[in-house]
Structures are given as C-alpha cells and as structure tokens.
C-alpha cells in the first residue's frame, strides 16, 4: 500500500482551506483588480483617446440621451464590457483620469445587452 496519498490527506487535514463560502463570504479583492470601468463624465473632454487605443474596439463614443445634451452635449464613452479585456490602456491614456477601471467584478450575466455600460446611467 501506498502511504504517499493517506499522508497527504493528514497533511492538509488540518491546514485553512483554500477556498472560501461563496457568496457569505468573499475573499479581499487587490486594490489593483481590473473590473468594471467607472467613468466621471463632468471630468471627460471628449477627446476619444480611449476608444481610440482599446485593441478590443470595447469603447464608442456616443451621446448621451436628448434630456442631458444641453448639460453634456459632446460624445462620451460607452464601455461594452462583453469585449473589453480589462487591460486599463484606456485609463492609462485619458488626459483627464476621467475613465477607470474599479475592483467590482460581479459582472457575469445572462442577458447580453446589460454588458453595455452607457456614459450616463439614469436611475
Ligand atoms: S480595459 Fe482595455 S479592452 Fe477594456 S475598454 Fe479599456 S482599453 Fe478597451
Ligand atoms: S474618458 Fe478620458 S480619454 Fe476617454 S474621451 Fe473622456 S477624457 Fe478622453
């Protein structure tokens, strides 16, 4: 008989595991996660620079509805997160540290279109 396997089961036995109780509880996130993007559209100049450098082609830049274009009435940053790979050039390049990528990453969904994250969102 093997005593290779059975020592190692009394190995870890005891050991924290690795693993945690998903959803009741979650593990720390790193403050450098990539997740999804926030976008402080008062600091946005419109430039496109991000869309412009996402090799995903993940960023358009659109209008927001008619009700905000007196306040914003350029184009801005739609993010369609079901293309982007979370690679931040788009924070990296905006000029204004307008657009960001936050640690919040529950983003899996079953319905496709709410993988689109419009510059504004209305409550
Ligand atoms: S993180 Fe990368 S892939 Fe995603 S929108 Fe920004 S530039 Fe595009
Ligand atoms: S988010 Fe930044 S890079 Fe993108 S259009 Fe606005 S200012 Fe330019």
Known sequence: ??????????????KKPMTVMFPQEVVEI?????????????????????????PNRAIMMVEVPPELKEKYPKTYPQVDLGKCCFCALCEDVCPKGAITLTTYFFLATFEKDTTIKEPIIIE
């Open 1 to 14: 008989m093997k005593i290779g396997p059975v020592k190692e089961v009394f190995k870890n036995l005891f």
């Open 30 to 54: 790193p403050e450098r996660n990539r997740g999804e993007h926030h976008l402080d559209i008062d600091e946005c100049i419109s430039c496109g620079a991000c869309a412009r450098i996402c």
